[in-house]
């Protein structure tokens, strides 16, 4: 082999790994899609927290939130949590709620809140079920710490 296909050899293996390495399992950001992506999301985080603003039966839990920290960990979570691009850089669901003593009536009505944001912003009664079945493992995480 002469000296000048050394590296042609080398560039045309490198493309083959990277063709392969591309090719593995893929992202569904199915559900991303189907709440409008980044924005769809924001929409919706800025829809619950407005609920959650009117909701006397919760409101109590988060009167010491930083509004924008909420606004964005709550994006970046929904956003993670649907296939997105995000990553979420809050605390971990136990840590922030430790000491509140959520109860599950409380859960049930942020939960509720959230469904009449969805059907509010017409997204898909399948994307509502996908995104609450997401959520839903939190549940034990959060009630009664």
């Given at each position: 082999?002469?000296?000048?296909?050394?590296?042609?050899?080398?560039?045309?293996?490198?493309?083959?790994?990277?063709?392969?390495?591309?090719?593995?399992?893929?992202?569904?950001?199915?559900?991303?899609?189907?709440?409008?992506?980044?924005e769809g999301i924001e929409m919706l985080v800025d829809g619950l927290?407005?609920?959650?603003?009117?909701?006397?039966?919760?409101?109590?839990?988060?009167?010491?939130?930083?509004?924008?920290?909420?606004?964005?960990?709550?994006?970046?979570?929904?956003?993670?949590?649907?296939?997105?691009?995000?990553t979420y850089s809050g605390d971990d669901m136990v840590t922030v709620?430790?000491?509140?003593?959520?109860?599950?009536?409380?859960?049930?009505?942020?939960?509720?809140?959230?469904?009449?944001?969805?059907?509010?912003?017409?997204?898909?009664?399948?994307?509502?079920?996908?995104?609450l079945a997401r959520l839903a493992p939190m549940r034990s995480e959060?009630?009664?710490?």
């Amino acid at each position: 082999m002469n000296r000048f296909a050394t590296p042609w050899l080398a560039l045309a293996l490198a493309a083959m790994l990277g063709a392969c390495a591309s090719s593995g399992p893929t992202r569904d950001d199915s559900l991303y899609q189907a709440l409008g992506e980044r924005e769809g999301i924001e929409m919706l985080v800025d829809g619950l927290l407005f609920r959650i603003s009117e909701n006397q039966k919760i409101l109590h839990h988060f009167t010491e939130a930083d509004p924008g920290r909420l606004h964005r960990t709550l994006t970046e979570q929904f956003c993670e949590l649907s296939g997105g691009p995000c990553t979420y850089s809050g605390d971990d669901m136990v840590t922030v709620h430790t000491a509140m003593r959520i109860t599950e009536a409380e859960f049930n009505s942020l939960v509720e809140d959230l469904i009449q944001v969805m059907e509010h912003q017409r997204i898909p009664i399948q994307a509502q079920n996908r995104l609450l079945a997401r959520l839903a493992p939190m549940r034990s995480e959060i009630i009664g710490l």
